[in-house]
């Protein structure tokens, strides 16, 4: 689909909106980009990751309200990245956005972006990720900027920062509001598909990884306050089986896509690493046990490191069965 058959000038900003059966949600996201004021030719390609509810409807219903060409596109290869790496060779502009299909950017989101790659002359630029919570969030998430940032995404840093190689620590780009131009993107391997969300596993990290591969490059990547999203988080994903279930598959996507980790092995796991989760888990108890505060973040690195040691553990199995 299209709501034009072609363009006045040359596109300077693509929107690569990805989406997988959450068409509620695309609904929003699309309706958001419509009410974009800008004088930027721009564009919007939707890639369905292979959906099976009404995803390729509403963005059909939803294209001609949107004040720019939109295209759909359906990509049947399950995960994130293949879903952004189809994006990016869809897409025509010099600069290449993306957004999650629960964010709401402002309605100057486009502008902001090309402005702040034009005065920073960045090759890649981020900004503000503020929560916009269902229902009021329990107190153990609203008093962990741990859990926010790692579970939500939310980046309220309001300073201008140029960042530097490795990506960590306060402001970062992330993968709810990012842009890159399309020379920098292209100079750097694609999205991952060993790494991002796919289907129902939680796996993270493809954005960092693109990332760091630019600042590593020596490009310049800037976080921008000036460009604002708000990311939905429903009540479903403030339940704690959501988080632990995060970070346990966050540790294990990252043991199966990331190099081989140090040190003699116990059925594919470092020796290191069963000591560290068996000692994760002695301070978890503790911590439960004398009711203290730090007991969540105990919980927490538990899990990603027990998920860590089934990544390698699993990882340990295929390559055993390989001929």
Same mark, same amino acid.
């Given at each position: 689909?299209?709501?034009?058959?072609?363009?006045?000038?040359?596109?300077?900003?693509?929107?690569?909106?990805?989406?997988?059966?959450?068409?509620?949600?695309?609904?929003?996201?699309l309706e958001a980009?419509?009410?974009?004021?800008?004088?930027?030719?721009?564009?919007?390609?939707?890639?369905?990751?292979?959906?099976?509810?009404? &995803?390729? =409807?509403?963005? /059909?219903?939803?294209?001609?309200? !949107?004040?720019?060409?939109?295209?759909? *596109?359906?990509?049947? @290869? %399950?995960?994130?990245?293949?879903?952004?790496?189809?994006?990016?060779?869809?897409? &025509?502009? =010099?600069?290449? /956005?993306?957004?999650?299909?629960? !964010?709401?950017?402002?309605?100057?989101? *486009?502008?902001?972006? @090309? %402005?702040?790659?034009?005065?920073?002359?960045?090759?890649?630029?981020?900004?503000?990720?503020?929560?916009?919570?269902?229902?009021?969030?329990?107190?153990?998430?609203?008093?962990?900027?741990? *859990?926010?940032?790692?579970?939500?995404?939310?980046?309220?840093?309001?300073?201008?920062?140029?960042?530097?190689?490795?990506?960590?620590?306060?402001?970062?780009?992330?993968?709810?509001?990012?842009?890159?131009?399309?020379?920098?993107?292209?100079?750097?391997?694609?999205?991952?598909?060993?790494?991002?969300?796919?289907?129902?596993?939680?796996?993270?990290?493809?954005?960092?990884?693109?990332?760091?591969?630019?600042?590593?490059?020596?490009?310049?990547?800037?976080?921008?306050?000036?460009?604002?999203?708000?990311?939905?988080?429903?009540?479903?994903?403030?339940?704690?089986?959501?988080?632990r279930r995060l970070?346990?598959?966050?540790?294990?996507?990252?043991?199966?896509?990331?190099?081989?980790?140090?040190?003699?092995?116990?059925?594919?796991?470092?020796?290191?690493?069963?000591?560290?989760?068996?000692?994760?888990?002695?301070?978890?108890?503790?911590?439960?046990?004398?009711?203290?505060?730090?007991?969540?973040?105990?919980?927490?690195?538990?899990?990603?490191?027990?998920?860590?040691?089934?990544?390698?553990?699993?990882?340990?199995?295929?390559?055993?069965?390989?001929?």
């Amino acid at each position: 689909m299209s709501t034009a058959s072609g363009h006045a000038a040359p596109v300077a900003v693509s929107v690569v909106l990805c989406t997988y059966n959450r068409a509620h949600l695309l609904r929003g996201a699309l309706e958001a980009l419509a009410a974009q004021s800008t004088g930027l030719a721009w564009e919007v390609i939707v890639v369905d990751n292979n959906s099976t509810d009404d &995803t390729r =409807a509403v963005a /059909a219903e939803l294209a001609g309200r !949107v004040p720019c060409p939109v295209r759909y *596109v359906f990509e049947k @290869e %399950q995960g994130l990245s293949r879903a952004r790496n189809r994006g990016v060779h869809e897409s &025509t502009g =010099a600069i290449i /956005a993306f957004m999650d299909d629960d !964010v709401r950017p402002a309605k100057d989101w *486009v502008d902001a972006i @090309e %402005q702040s790659m034009r005065e920073w002359s960045a090759d890649a630029v981020g900004g503000r990720i503020v929560p916009h919570w269902e229902s009021r969030p329990p107190s153990w998430i609203e008093n962990s900027v741990r *859990v926010k940032g790692h579970c939500y995404g939310v980046m309220e840093f309001s300073e201008t920062r140029t960042l530097s190689f490795p990506m960590t620590g306060t402001p970062q780009v992330w993968g709810s509001s990012m842009a890159f131009r399309r020379e920098a993107l292209g100079a750097v391997e694609p999205f991952n598909p060993l790494r991002g969300v796919t289907g129902q596993r939680l796996w993270r990290g493809e954005e960092v990884e693109v990332l760091n591969r630019l600042l590593e490059q020596g490009r310049r990547v800037v976080y921008d306050p000036r460009i604002v999203v708000w990311h939905q988080i429903s009540a479903r994903r403030m339940e704690r089986r959501y988080v632990r279930r995060l970070f346990f598959q966050t540790g294990e996507g990252e043991s199966l896509a990331g190099r081989p980790m140090p040190g003699p092995r116990v059925l594919g796991v470092p020796r290191w690493l069963v000591r560290t989760v068996v000692g994760h888990f002695l301070a978890y108890a503790r911590a439960r046990v004398r009711g203290r505060v730090d007991a969540l973040d105990r919980e927490l690195d538990l899990l990603e490191d027990a998920g860590r040691a089934w990544g390698l553990f699993r990882r340990h199995l295929s390559n055993s069965r390989r001929p």
